[in-house]
């Protein structure tokens, strides 16, 4: 475990929020049944969005993979699932978070900060026995540190981006994994304060561009190494956020501090927002209304091009931040973050959006009929739809899409809570279809019905991580291992 941290200033505390998280992360055992259900699915959910990134994404396969090309393999490292690659921890840990996140398909929790905790998820010292419970757990409260925070706290509004949350949060939770003391936690914490941060312009117009799917496998990577530097005993500091002049407060928050508007527990896990769609977040419902009314469309004999004279949304406040823009898109990430593009490419192909739609060989990304259309849609705030969003009971994710045709007449429908959202009858079945399907794009159809077999059956909590793990990996395994034989509960 290493030695303690040496401290030369015992006497000065931590500051309140460190010793918050660290507390939380270490005692925190009693997360209430519906957030253990979603733990399980988030859980699977990440690994499946792994691997569609994996086979999906040529540009985050490039990403992948040994540091450098004659790299040997490491052996008993991590195994990204559904890769034949045995990485060292830094290096799977950056993988695992850049998988996860790359294609913005994973879920997400919406508050003045926009981000997705499964961007923490992932196995950490391979020389330990962590069981599946541990994980979910360890899940549970990376999704809670993260997402209290995103509540009231925004990032974006001092130009950081919000994968400084994703660092914190893992941090906390990597040293718990790791059987760190709390002592060496607060001070990797404290590591996980004073960092750099990463500025928010390669998400915003006119940079945005791809470091954005691999900033959350970034930021995971620090805090593996952070946690490793603590066990080694690296001190901590202990007014990072609050030293005058030099703390965070004042160097990079404008002299704010930050607001939990909640305690800790697991609230956040119950309420995760799913990706069921490969749409960024804030345009889902946007999603959905158009798809009703590309329907009324086709119904009427009613033609985008020919038909449409102009296209007007009203949407939220973080709407109008994100997913706005106007003019040339130049990316894989300009795409998936347009609500106009989006909508506009569902209008031309009378069907809901997929992955390749953004693409850059996608011929949606030079169609010109795509940037007419754009052309004729205009975005605005409704508080209304703000207020829902902002309020912790409602948690809308309202769209309205309101469609004017030549002749002078209109179609609008709204949207108010997506396939994917806790209030959805649909959410759960939803996310287990999606992550099948995205299983079995890196993985045997025998491999994947034997997983199948494995969550539903009584020992998958159990179950070690590092078993999970090497099944997803099966391109290491021999053709003919019995998978179920590998299932062993964790002594």
């Not at 990440?46 to 052996?75: M, N, V, Y």
């Not at 491999?447 to 991580?465: Q, Y």
Request: include cysteine.
């Amino acid at each position: 475990m290493g030695v303690p941290a040496p401290d030369n200033n015992n006497e000065q505390p931590y500051d309140g929020i460190i010793d918050l998280i660290v507390d939380y992360a270490y005692d925190y055992t009693d997360p209430s049944p519906a957030a253990w259900t979603r733990a399980k699915a988030t859980l699977l959910d990440a690994i499946g969005s792994a691997i569609e990134s994996f086979h999906t994404s040529k540009e985050c396969r490039d990403l992948l993979g040994p540091q450098w090309p004659t790299s040997a393999s490491i052996p008993d490292g991590f195994r990204p699932p559904g890769t034949e690659y045995s990485l060292d921890l830094l290096k799977g840990a950056f993988d695992m978070g850049a998988m996860i996140r790359y294609l913005d398909h994973n879920d997400a929790f919406p508050g003045a900060e926009w981000g997705h905790p499964s961007d923490a998820l992932k196995r950490q010292d391979p020389s330990s026995v962590i069981t599946v419970k541990q994980i979910m757990l360890g899940g549970i409260k990376a999704y809670e540190i993260q997402g209290c925070f995103q509540i009231r706290n925004a990032f974006n509004k001092v130009g950081l981006d919000h994968v400084i949350l994703v660092k914190v949060a893992s941090t906390a939770v990597v040293s718990w994994l790791m059987g760190l003391s709390k002592d060496q936690a607060r001070a990797a914490v404290s590591h996980a304060w004073v960092d750099g941060h990463p500025l928010r312009a390669y998400r915003q117009a006119p940079n945005a561009g791809p470091r954005k799917g691999w900033a959350a496998g970034d930021a995971c990577m620090r805090a593996v190494h952070l946690a490793t530097l603590a066990r080694a005993g690296q001190p901590g500091l202990r007014t990072v956020l609050t030293a005058p002049r030099w703390g965070f407060y004042h160097v990079l928050y404008r002299g704010q501090e930050f607001e939990l508007p909640r305690p800790f527990g697991s609230w956040v896990m119950e309420n995760v927002l799913f990706k069921v769609m490969a749409v960024e977040g804030h345009a889902l419902t946007s999603v959905d209304a158009t798809a009703i009314l590309s329907k009324q469309m086709e119904e009427r004999g009613l033609e985008p091009m020919r038909d449409i004279k102009s296209i007007h949304v009203k949407t939220t406040d973080a709407s109008m931040i994100i997913i706005n823009k106007q003019g040339p898109l130049h990316n894989y990430a300009d795409r998936d973050h347009c609500m106009r593009y989006i909508i506009a490419v569902m209008l031309l192909k009378g069907d809901v959006i997929e992955v390749q739609d953004y693409q850059d060989d996608s011929p949606w990304s030079s169609d010109p009929r795509v940037d007419e259309l754009r052309s004729k849609i205009t975005m605005t705030e409704d508080e209304e739809f703000t207020k829902d969003y902002h309020n912790q009971d409602i948690r809308s994710l309202a769209n309205e899409v309101e469609i004017t045709f030549n002749d002078g007449t209109k179609l609008s429908e709204r949207v108010d809570f997506p396939a994917g959202h806790v209030r959805h009858e649909k959410t759960l079945p939803l996310v287990r279809e999606k992550t099948v399907r995205n299983w079995k794009m890196g993985l045997p159809e025998s491999r994947v019905d034997a997983i199948v077999d494995l969550i539903d059956g009584p020992n998958f909590e159990s179950t070690p991580a590092s078993v999970i793990w090497q099944i997803m990996a099966w391109r290491s395994l021999e053709p003919r291992i019995d998978t179920i034989s590998l299932i062993q509960p964790a002594r």
